[in-house]
T-cell receptor, first 109, second 114 residues
Framework: EDQVTQSPEALRLQEGESSSLNCSYT??????LFWYRQDPGKGPEFLFT???AGEEKEKERLKATLTKKESFLHITAPKPEDSATYLC??????????FGPGTRLSVLP | DAGVTQSPTHLIKTRGQHVTLRCSPI?????VSWYQQVLGQGPQFIFQ???????GRGNFPDRFSARQFPNYSSELNVNALLLGDSALYLC?????????????FGPGTRLLVL
């Protein structure tokens, strides 16, 4: 069965304190891994798609990396506006998305 | 360009009632997916439609049904509502079946069942 886990469940950082979020997955065959950001009461906002091990993508203070078993979302010098829930999802070949439970990030000024 | 739109934004129903949620995808996108997100959890896949045909169904009871119209908009219907159906219902828009799989989400419909 395809599964996605995310850690930590919640993370509190001081402004400027860099850290990483983890997404571990078990799938029969990975077509793509996706990162989304979700603000309370709103729909997820697309951040990145990663397709193969070793791939990296960056956007502002965020950098996503992918290995054969997990993905990391690195946040460099975060700001309070980066506070949100970060969701990881995998798309197995021929199947639909499977989302992880998310990591709730709080960045304190 | 308009993003994914969903209506209504909020809805309150009582147990046993029926509800219809609506979604309009991004212009040019031909596929939509529906998700249920319970508070504190990640979205759970319900349905995917492409060119008006069902292309995937998640592990949800038959009380849940959906359809896609010729203009690619979609409806999600839930019959005989239960308290546990209270959730944020998300619609995702997808360009096509194989060309591009990134899903772009709408703002969601918050359903409360009393």
């Amino acid at each position: 069965e395809d599964q996605v886990t995310q850690s930590p469940e919640a993370l509190r950082l001081q402004e400027g304190e860099s850290s990483s979020l983890n997404c571990s997955y078990t799938v029969s065959g990975l077509r793509g891994l996706f990162w989304y950001r979700q603000d309370p009461g709103k729909g997820p906002e697309f951040l990145f798609t990663l397709y193969s091990a070793g791939e990296e993508k960056e956007k502002e203070r965020l950098k996503a990396t992918l290995t054969k078993k997990e993905s990391f979302l690195h946040i460099t010098a975060p700001k309070p506006e980066d506070s949100a829930t970060y969701l990881c999802a995998v798309q197995p070949y021929g199947q639909n998305f499977v989302f992880g439970p998310g990591t709730r990030l709080s960045v304190l000024p | 360009d308009a993003g994914v739109t969903q209506s209504p934004t909020h809805l309150i129903k009582t147990r046993g009632q029926h509800v219809t949620l609506r979604c309009s995808p991004i212009s040019g996108h031909k596929s939509v997916s529906w998700y249920q997100q319970v508070l504190g959890q990640g979205p759970q896949f319900i349905f995917q439609y492409y060119e008006k045909e069902e292309r995937g169904r998640g592990n949800f009871p038959d009380r849940f049904s959906a359809r896609q119209f010729p203009n690619y908009s979609s409806e999600l219907n839930v019959n005989a509502l239960l308290l546990g159906d209270s959730a944020l219902y998300l619609c995702a828009s997808i360009l096509g079946w194989t060309v591009e799989e990134t899903q772009y989400f709408g703002p969601g419909t918050r359903l409360l069942v009393l």
